[in-house]
Each structure stands twice: as C-alpha cells, then as structure tokens.
Nanobody, 122 residues
Framework: VQLQASGGGLVQPGGCLRLSCAASGLTFSMYHIGWFRQAPGKERELVAAISRSSGSAYYADSMKGRFTISRDNAKNTVLLQMNTLKPEDTAVYYC????????????????WGQGTLVTVSS
C-alpha cells in the first residue's frame, strides 16, 4: 500500500496550491481519505477528509471556505485545493487512509504516506 502526497511548495500569503494524494495497492474506493498537517512543534491535525462512499467532506473550522477536498476513484486520487493561504497554514501535509468508521475520526486512519511541505511566506 502506498500513499503519495505531492504538490507542496512555497507560496505567498493569499496564494493557492493544489495537493494531490495518489494511492496504490489498495481498493481505493473502500477507504476514507484524509489530509492532515503537522507544523513544527505541533501535533498532527486533520485538515479535511472525504468519505469512501458518498464523498461527503469534512473540514476543520479554520479551513472552511478556503480548502476543498475531492476524490476521483477511477484515478485513485484525492485532491486538496487550498486557497487564500495564510502563514499559519505552513506545515507538512500528509494524506491518510481509513478502511472504516467515521471518516472525520482521526483515530480511524492507519495508512499514511510521506508528506509534502507547504510554506506560506512572503
């Protein structure tokens, strides 16, 4: 099983980035997918998640209205469109997968990929 996050980089405040999570080695449509982030000195937090079946989305409060998560089960890919980025969005972003349970429950996630660094700075 492999989850590969990509799309990070350096962006100015107010800018945008689109992260991609590509999965292999699993029946993708049967997994919830979440985007998490971890900033230096802070715990990993759930940014957004999308359910395996209905495609329902969850966003952390500070991301609502700025981030959009989507999935394409045919391509085994989940995207995270991040707009109006702020310096406090700077972190390593990871995608994770959960086989069941509530898709917004962080404890359900047990498959992880390597992260991609997002730096928001002028």
């Amino acid at each position: 099983v492999q989850l590969q996050a990509s799309g990070g980089g350096l962006v100015q405040p107010g800018g945008c980035l689109r992260l991609s999570c590509a999965a292999s080695g699993l029946t993708f449509s049967m997994y919830h997918i979440g985007w998490f982030r971890q900033a230096p000195g802070k715990e990993r937090e759930l940014v957004a998640a999308i359910s395996r079946s209905s495609g329902s989305a969850y966003y952390a409060d500070s991301m609502k209205g700025r981030f959009t998560i989507s999935r394409d089960n045919a391509k085994n890919t989940v995207l995270l469109q991040m707009n109006t980025l702020k310096p406090e969005d700077t972190a390593v972003y990871y995608c994770g997968a959960a086989r069941g349970g509530l898709f917004y429950n962080t404890r359900q996630y047990d498959l992880w990929g390597q992260g991609t660094l997002v730096t928001v700075s002028s």
